[in-house]
């Protein structure tokens, strides 16, 4: 039987979901992010499949979104992608160390993942944390530097308030740390897996797919992207299917 238990870790809004025999055992763990304008219980689907296979899944809610959302405008929140972002980060160093320190991770076998924001985030803390052994990333990007630029430059076409170029040269160099695609040799072997539609408009495939060819041929084994036509920005039971196999094939060889 699995159970979804809604938990503060480290203050921070979560579902927990395991097998409830298995509960408070050290386990492969996998902590895994919702997109832009999203919340934890978007990914109760993959989480449920995971913890049938013997996963712990842990389902945070970032910042100003879901438990954490409060009066926030849909403006404020645009502009604080990046920032959204970069919490997401330092949280899932706390995280982590909460799981740690609770023995509730079986031989470091920990994974991250995560759908679009959530994809963008596995891609940036695979530069910081060297723990991280396996990654699902679900239509998000390595690339920050020419994402940010995009997203940007679509907020000043769509909005009376303006990030002006002072603003954009201080958000882009400090992604820059972040950016996978241009420090290719952080993932360090690490598996890595995109699935993406091609016909995605709202972080488009292309920054992923360069990724992934420029570097398939250095880590043939564990660097893998599945693209799926006709599919535009929303997750697919073929997105579920390809993450589910990639932990339950990756993360446990750790």
Same mark, same amino acid.
């Given at each position: ?27 492969p ?7 832009f ?25 970032s910042?100003?979104?879901g438990?954490r ?5 849909? =403006?404020?929140? +645009? #502009?604080?992608?990046? %920032?959204?972002? @970069? &919490?997401?980060i330092k ?11 609770n ?5 470091e ?19 910081k ?17 020419d ?19 002072q603003?954009?040269?201080? =958000?882009l160099? +400090? #992604?820059?740390?972040y %950016?996978?695609? @241009? &420090? ?6 690490r ?38 036509a ?11 299917s ?8 990756h993360?446990?060889?750790?």
């Amino acid at each position: 039987m699995i159970h979804i238990l809604n938990k503060q870790v480290e203050n921070i809004p979560c579902l927990v979901v395991e097998k409830v025999e298995l509960s408070n055992q050290p386990l492969p763990t996998i902590i895994f992010y919702h997109g832009f304008n999203g919340g934890k219980e978007d990914s109760l689907t993959i989480a449920y499949k995971l913890a049938k296979k013997d996963f712990r899944v842990i389902l945070p809610d970032s910042v100003m979104h879901g438990e954490r959302k409060k009066n926030s405008s849909q =403006v404020e929140i +645009e #502009l604080a992608f990046w %920032d959204i972002v @970069l &919490q997401n980060i330092k949280e899932l160093e706390l995280i982590k160390f909460h799981l740690h320190s609770n023995n509730l991770i079986a031989k470091e076998q920990i994974g991250v993942g995560g759908t679009s924001m959530g994809g963008i985030t596995t891609c940036a803390a695979l530069t910081k944390y060297k723990w991280i052994k396996v990654a699902a990333v679900v239509m998000g990007t390595p690339n920050l530097i020419d994402y940010a630029t995009i997203l940007i430059d679509e907020f000043n076409k769509t909005n009376e308030q303006q990030i002006s170029e002072q603003q954009k040269e201080e =958000v882009l160099n +400090e #992604l820059k740390q972040y %950016d996978l695609s @241009l &420090q290719p040799d952080l993932l360090n072997h690490r598996a890595l897996q995109f699935w993406h539609g091609e016909d995605d408009k709202v972080v488009p495939m292309k920054f992923a797919l360069d990724y992934y060819e420029k570097n398939k041929d250095s880590n043939v084994e564990n660097l893998k992207f599945v693209k799926e036509a006709g599919r535009a920005h929303n997750v697919s039971r073929i997105a579920v299917s390809e993450t589910i196999s990639w932990f339950s094939s990756h993360l446990t060889k750790q």
